[in-house]
């Protein structure tokens, strides 16, 4: 029996391999997160049993951002020339297998060690995804599809918690490690078996190629490997509006990193909130944060379907999301545990709500560097992972509280708000300047 794409119909049924793919991102970024996000929950143990004060875990928290943040820029050179299915099934195979030997540390500096290797191997995944759906998606669904693959940080994160949290209370730290790092061994051997790129993918008719090619999309652009050059690399800093871009995805992801690191600590140690409670009142902002980037790419490609420019439909929902973001501050006057939940609940909303600033990447990176102009954009934006663990953890230990460390992530997300309204401009595909 023939299928509809081989019939005379060609040209008028289209397939909807791209939304296959999706699927396949959705599932890595849930991976990605939860190995992210599993020594939050286990840190008050970890603290406990080693020893590590405040300060000692800040940089424990951080040390994941540190080879994260240096490697974006080699890790978006090895995936133009190596192409995202080599890219992601090679770093999402050394990381999760660095999960596992996680599990084994009981030092400072064995776990400091192992964490590095968990940031460095991570490191393309992220720009690998802005690659796929800048490959697969026309301009009027980036968007829709950055939040779907952006949901998943967040769906792993508020189902799989109170899991972690259950394998913390009956086992112990170790096994949470060993536990996330398996699974990520084992999807990284589907994702080499399951994905290509449009050109190279059977599965795909014409008239999808055509679809995703007319509406933006860089369906046969994006080929399997690539030479960089310096002017390439010289050319991502030399136009305002990225630099814009950089700074509020900084922002953004300081607020993220609050919720990745310090988040379970401040529940149990500032809100004095039992373990296994912390657990589920934690899945409250994860649902947030979820509810937050579903709701971000469904009103940014709303917008540019009723008509509206592309700068606005991709800027007002990241500055509203930040606007949210900084009401953080308000948790400092409450006491009761559904007040505060409510606060951090809305904070991660607008964390996720900003999280299309990744599909900017894809709208306004130039055509032949956009795997490259992701590994800049995250390099820059998770430098917050680096400097918020270690500032909170630096105000928790020098104060006693997480006060100040409320007002230091409001004023960074302030900061990402002045940013998108004054530096950033109009959002369009920047075009190379042939000259070297």
């Known amino acids: 029996m023939e299928r509809p794409y081989e019939t005379a ?14 699927t396949l991102l959705f599932i890595l970024t849930a991976i990605n997160y939860l190995d992210r996000t599993n020594m939050a929950v286990a840190a008050p143990s970890m603290s406990r049993d080693l020893g590590f004060d405040a300060a000692t875990m800040g940089f424990l928290f951080s ?12 890790g978006g ?13 090679v770093s999402l195979f050394f990381w999760s297998a660095f999960t596992i030997v996680m599990g084994f540390g009981r030092s400072f500096a064995s776990l400091f060690g192992i964490r590095l290797a968990i940031g460095m191997a991570e490191a393309p995944a992220f720009p690998t995804n802005s690659r796929v759906v800048a490959a697969w998606f026309p301009d009027r669904e980036r968007a829709t599809a950055t939040s779907v693959y952006t949901a998943g940080e967040f769906i792993g994160l508020a189902f799989l918690t109170p899991v972690l ?46 679809y ?28 305002r509006q990225l630099i814009g871009v950089y700074l509020g995805q900084f922002a953004n992801t300081s ?47 709303y917008m540019l379907k009723k008509g509206a420019s592309l700068s606005k439909a991709r800027k007002l929902p990241v500055v509203c999301g930040l606007l949210c973001s900084m009401t953080i501050m308000a948790a400092n006057y409450v006491d009761s545990f559904h007040e505060v939940i409510a606060i951090m609940t809305l904070a991660f909303f607008g964390q996720g709500m900003a999280a299309i600033v990744w599909s900017t990447v894809g709208d306004m990176a130039p055509a032949d560097s956009v795997g490259l102009a992701g590994g800049v954009f995250n390099f820059i934006g998770n430098l917050a992972g680096i400097i918020t663990p270690i500032v909170i953890g630096f105000i ?8 100040g460390a409320m007002v230091f992530i409001a004023c960074v997300a302030a900061m990402g708000v002045f940013s998108f309204v004054f530096i950033v401009g109009d959002i369009h595909r920047i075009e190379p300047r042939r000259t070297e």
Not at 15 to 22: A, I, S, V
Not at 63 to 74: H, K, L, R, T
Not at 268 to 294: D, E
């Open 212 to 239: 995703i090619r007319e509406g933006g999309g860089l369906a046969e652009k994006v080929g399997s490997a690539r030479h960089i050059s310096w002017r390439q690399i010289r050319e991502l800093f030399a136009h």
């Open 165 to 210: 949290f259950w394998v913390l209370e009956n086992y112990g730290w170790q096994e949470i490690f060993y536990i996330t790092g398996i699974i990520g061994v084992i999807v990284s051997l589907f994702w080499h078996h399951l994905y290509r790129d449009p050109a190279e993918y059977k599965g795909v008719n014409e008239a999808e190629l055509a």
């Open 9 to 22: 119909d060609i040209g008028r049924v289209r397939t909807k391999k791209r939304w296959f793919m999706l």
């Open 63 to 74: 040390a994941f951002s540190w080879s994260y943040g240096i490697m974006q820029i080699p």
């Open 255 to 301: 607020t993220m990193y609050f919720f990745l690191t310090w988040f379970p600590t401040y529940l149990i140690v500032a809100k004095q909130m039992p373990m296994l409670k912390a657990g589920i009142f934690a899945v409250i902002p994860y649902i947030g944060a979820l509810c937050g980037v579903l709701l971000g790419g469904r009103w940014s490609d």
């Open 396 to 403: 928790v230990q020098a104060t006693g509280s997480f006060v």
């Open 77 to 89: 050179l090895f995936l133009e020339r190596f192409g995202s299915r080599l890219t992601y099934t």
